[in-house]
Structures are given as structure tokens and as C-alpha cells.
């Protein structure tokens, strides 16, 4: 058989997903140092995509990739291995930590390659998901820019550029705001009946729904909603859960927080359209945004007249651009005034905090401050690390260097290339003064809350500041600074400090940010106080007072139903 005939051969098993063979075809028509670009590319392709690929027949397949780029670095070839070779590293570094490691070659070839396809669009988008996760903010910032610039249609890079300036002060609330307003002519319309012609106001109870991706055990949305869906009046209220989630068999909806609902529909495997008409067939008639542009594939069904009240609440604080999307929750110390026109939705502004939290089902117990035993003070943030910018690095490592012989831990929701962030703390010189700590080992609430218990002061990010975090340091008793903000997004952190009663905790500018640390680390008795009051009267604040929340929640529903 000739060669071109074994090529053929090679080609058909493939196409009858006979990935093993086709590898030993491969490896029987020529050496790997012989093999042509295309070969080499099949070759990687099959060992990723056959069931369950050991560690080792990944790293074959990234060496593959990496041969069949250089052999053919500027053919469709070419592109197609480094976005594999991208691609291979993202979605098997979960199961195998070991990958994190080849994320700088990926790199490496990415920047090789940008010279020849900067404006391929799949080349972009392979280039996003890398950047994110080697904590490259300016680099993802740039590539998205390339995107938009070339009008992309992809949704989820059009989503991410609006997501990503949250990071940074580089967007004003008017650039969000016109941004928004161009985005939702992104997005396909859908058949909808007219509300006018459903039976709406009928029944003795209001139909309320709430749509997410998030519903999965663990996620933060469950903690801030399960305890109002609980508290609200069943008399007045009939609550309808659309869960669109794909999720893993560890991390399905809770009994506990599916029960809360009056009716739950599992709606992963279905269309905007099918979800859509389901909505309808139910007739609800407040039908909340639990999502957002998060979710970029679900959110356009909140670009129609689904429900004759739509809401935006909880998963995204910002404005969205959808005309159908009737009013966004925040509250007083979130919007401003002068500010409402950049927001397409009209503004429910609650006197409290935009949302309360239930806490967790665990037993409180004071633990002193860290700091008595250390003999030194330790800072601490369990925020993502996309949070953690440059401007947050620079401004941490000056209180570091101020702050004598103290420690940061940190920690995130996410997994990343640890060393990637160490070596920014390491430009300081203060990367021996900081521990980052792996999420893999603290996957139950518990041990996460737990360490908590080793922090004397929790620091926020900026622009974007915390919201679950600093729920949880609070509740544990641990002090949080945040800095001010110039939207609703960055505003949260002193949103949740300022219905916690502890204002003092706010700061105006980085400079009082690092002063007021350095006050409170060198007041040890001050900040030990401190700790004492918050675990003390924490629970009894705004924050976690569901009961008074819904109440509220619930008082401007009806407000807004009946205008309908």
C-alpha cells in the first residue's frame, strides 16, 4: 500500500471514531520527527478526544500540537494546533494540576502565532480563555478589543468585554451604558405570545419566577436566595424555578433549596425558545434575571417580552441593555441619582442592602484574633484572582512592606497557575509574605469558613470589590476594608460594610486604604475589639436579616405588579 493510500486509510478510521487505531496508523506510516503537520495534529487530536485520556496521552497530544505548529506555523494547520494546544491545557488541567505547567508554553506559541493570525477570530477566542487563566488582564483586554473592533457576533465575547472592564477603571458607568445599548441588537428574538393575550391576574397568587444557570449546591447565588424564597408569603407568592444548569454529578441543586420552591423545572437540555414557551404555558408574571450576561447563551431570553415584569437581580450588577428587562435591584448606596440614565433599567433602590445572605448551617464559635498567637498580623482574600489587579498587587504589597512581619493568604474559586500570581507579588519583593493556598483542599463549606479563623484583617479588591467574601468574613467576625467605588459593581463592598454598621472599615482612596490598615494592624487591642463586635452583632444587621428583606422585597413587587 502506497502512501497516499495509507494517509486515506488513516483518515477513514478516524472518521469512524477509531481513535486508537488511527494513532497506531500514524505511528506506523512514519516517525514522529517525519510526520507531516497534519498527521502530527490528528495524532494529538485523537489521544484528547478518545474516552477517558490518561495524563500521559495528554502530554502526547500537547507535544503533537506543539510539533505539528512549528512544522506548519502559518497554515490553517498551524492555528489549528495552538488553539488545541490551548484548548487541551484549559479542560484537562481540572483533573490533572500538572497542565498548569504547560500554560507558559502556551503562551509562548500564542505570541509565536499572534503574528499571523491576530485577527482570527477562533485564534482570539483560544487566546481569552488562556490569559484568563495565567491572570493576564491587559492581554485579555486587548485580544477581546481585536473582537470587537472586527465585530465579532460571538456572544460570549461580546458579553466578556462588557464582564472584563469591570477589572479595571478603564470603563466609566456611560461606557457600560452605551456599550450595553449596542449589545442586545447581538442577541436572536424569539416567538413570544403576547402578555396582553395570557391569563395573568386570575389566580389568588402571584406567579414569580426565578431563571438561572446557577442553582448547583455550593454557588453562591443558593446562599443569598434560599432564605427569601423561604420567607416569602405563600399566600401571596406561587415560586417557579427555571434551572437551565449543566452541572457535575458532585454539585447538583440541593434537596433543601429546591424544596423551597413551589415548582422547579429542569430545563438544561432545551432551547431559549422551548424555555421560553414553558415560562408562558405557566403564566408568570414576574419573571427574574438570575443570571445575566454570565451566561451569554441563556440571557437573550430576557431580550423579549416573556413575563409583563422582568427583573434583573443578584447575578451581575450592572445594566444589561435590555429594553425588556423592566427594573435592576440594587439599592441607596449602589446608584446615585446623576447615575440612573446610565442604566437601561429603571432602578429599584431598597433602603437596606440590595440582598441579604443566609448564612451557613454551621455552629458559630468565637475564635480570637490570629494575631495572639502569630505575634503578627495576617491579611487575607478568598476572592477571585482576576479581582486581584495590578493597581490591588501594588497596593497589598505596600502594606506588606509597611505592615511589619505580616502575612496575606489567599485563596480563589477558581483554580489558576499559582506561581503566575506569586511572580507579581515577587516584582515586590514581598512573595515570601504571601501564601496561596489551593482550592482543591478546602472544597467543603466548612474548611473554607475555617480559615477565616487564621485572618486578622480581610482585604477587598478594586474596582471589583467582594460580595460573597465579604458576607463570609463577616459572619466569621473577621473586619474587612473596602474602597469606594463608581458604580453599582465596585460599590458593593461598602454597600454590605455600611448596612453592617462598620463605615469605618471604608475607604475613600488607596492611600487611606493602606492607612487605616496600618492603623488597625499597629492597634492590636482596637483590633481585636473590632473582631468581637462584628461576631457578636453581626447577625442581627441588614445583612442576614432575611425576614425584614423580604418583607421589603415583597412590599415593592406588589408595587410593581399592580402597575403592570
Not at 494517509?7 to 510526520?35: G, H, M, V, Y
Not at 458607568?173 to 391569563?199: C, G, H, I, M, R
Not at 419566577?209 to 434560599?226: P, R
Not at 481585636?528 to 442581627?540: P, Q, V, Y
Request: include cysteine; charged fraction near 30%; glycine fraction near 4%.
Amino acid at each position: 500500500m502506497g502512501r497516499k493510500s495509507k494517509i486515506e486509510e488513516i483518515k477513514n478510521l478516524f472518521s469512524k471514531n477509531k481513535f486508537q487505531e488511527t494513532i497506531d496508523k500514524i505511528n506506523e506510516l512514519c516517525k514522529p520527527e517525519a510526520r507531516p503537520a497534519d498527521l502530527s495534529c490528528l495524532s494529538g487530536v485523537c489521544k484528547i478526544i478518545k474516552s477517558d485520556p490518561t495524563e500521559d496521552e495528554i502530554l502526547s497530544a500537547l507535544s503533537d500540537f506543539e510539533d505539528a505548529y512549528y512544522k506548519e506555523k502559518n497554515s490553517n494547520i498551524g492555528l489549528e494546533s495552538v488553539c488545541n494546544f490551548i484548548s487541551t491545557c484549559i479542560l484537562h488541567s481540572i483533573n490533572y494540576p500538572k497542565l498548569f505547567e504547560y500554560f507558559l508554553k502556551a503562551k509562548q506559541i500564542y505570541d509565536d502565532a499572534e503574528k499571523k493570525f491576530s485577527n482570527n477570530e477562533k485564534f482570539c477566542i483560544a487566546g481569552l480563555k488562556l490569559h484568563k487563566l495565567i491572570l493576564d488582564y491587559d492581554k485579555m483586554r486587548e485580544i477581546n478589543s481585536v473582537l470587537i473592533n472586527n465585530n465579532t457576533k460571538h456572544l460570549t465575547s461580546l458579553c466578556r468585554w462588557a464582564f472584563i472592564n469591570n477589572y479595571s477603571y478603564k470603563w466609566s458607568q456611560k461606557d457600560y451604558f452605551n456599550f450595553a445599548n449596542a449589545l442586545k441588537k447581538a442577541f436572536p428574538s424569539y416567538e413570544t405570545k403576547t402578555v396582553d393575550n395570557l391569563s395573568f391576574k386570575n389566580g389568588k397568587k402571584i406567579k414569580v419566577g426565578f431563571v438561572s444557570c446557577n442553582f448547583n449546591s455550593g454557588h453562591s447565588i443558593t446562599y443569598f436566595m434560599k432564605d427569601i424564597i423561604k420567607n416569602m408569603d405563600k399566600d401571596k407568592f406561587e415560586t417557579h424555578a427555571f434551572d437551565l444548569g449543566r452541572y457535575g454529578k458532585h454539585n447538583q441543586p440541593i434537596s433543601e433549596f429546591k424544596d423551597r420552591f413551589d415548582f422547579w423545572y429542569e430545563l438544561n437540555d432545551r432551547s431559549n425558545q422551548e424555555v421560553i414557551n414553558i415560562i408562558q404555558k405557566n403564566n408568570i408574571e414576574i419573571l427574574f434575571d438570575v443570571m445575566s450576561i454570565t451566561h451569554p447563551e441563556r440571557i437573550g431570553i430576557f431580550n423579549n417580552r416573556v413575563s409583563p415584569l422582568q427583573i434583573s437581580w443578584l447575578a451581575y450588577c450592572n445594566t444589561i441593555g435590555f429594553d425588556k428587562i423592566d427594573y435592576l435591584i440594587a439599592d441607596t448606596n449602589l446608584i446615585k441619582e446623576n447615575e440612573e440614565k446610565y442604566y437601561t433599567e429603571k432602578i429599584i433602590k431598597l433602603s437596606n442592602i440590595w440582598s441579604t445572605h443566609s448564612g451557613f448551617d454551621l455552629g458559630r464559635n468565637y475564635q480570637e484574633s490570629p494575631l495572639l498567637k502569630n505575634k503578627y498580623i495576617t491579611f487575607g482574600s478568598f476572592n477571585n484572582f482576576m479581582k486581584i489587579s495590578n493597581e490591588v498587587i501594588d497596593t497589598w504589597s505596600k502594606i506588606l512592606k509597611k505592615v511589619n512581619n505580616s502575612r496575606l493568604i489567599l485563596k480563589s474559586s477558581e483554580k489558576y497557575n499559582y506561581k503566575i500570581l506569586m511572580r507579581k507579588f515577587e516584582k515586590y519583593g514581598v512573595d515570601h509574605m504571601v501564601q496561596v493556598l489551593d482550592k482543591k483542599n478546602f472544597e467543603k463549606t466548612e474548611d473554607h469558613l475555617n480559615l477565616y479563623n487564621k485572618i486578622d484583617i480581610a482585604l477587598d479588591t478594586f474596582p471589583y470589590t467582594g460580595v460573597t467574601t465579604t458576607f463570609e468574613a463577616l459572619w466569621m467576625g473577621v473586619p474587612v476594608l473596602s474602597l469606594k467605588g463608581h458604580n453599582f459593581k465596585s460599590r458593593c463592598g461598602e454597600s454590605i460594610l455600611k448596612n453592617a454598621n462598620l463605615d469605618f472599615l471604608i475607604c475613600s482612596n488607596k492611600n487611606e486604604y493602606i492607612k487605616k490598615v496600618y492603623d488597625l494592624s499597629n492597634d492590636t487591642n482596637r483590633l481585636i475589639e473590632i473582631r468581637k463586635d462584628i461576631f457578636n452583632n453581626i447577625l442581627e444587621t441588614d445583612l442576614f436579616n432575611n425576614k425584614k428583606y423580604v418583607f421589603q422585597f415583597e412590599k415593592i413587587l406588589l408595587q410593581k405588579y399592580k402597575n403592570i
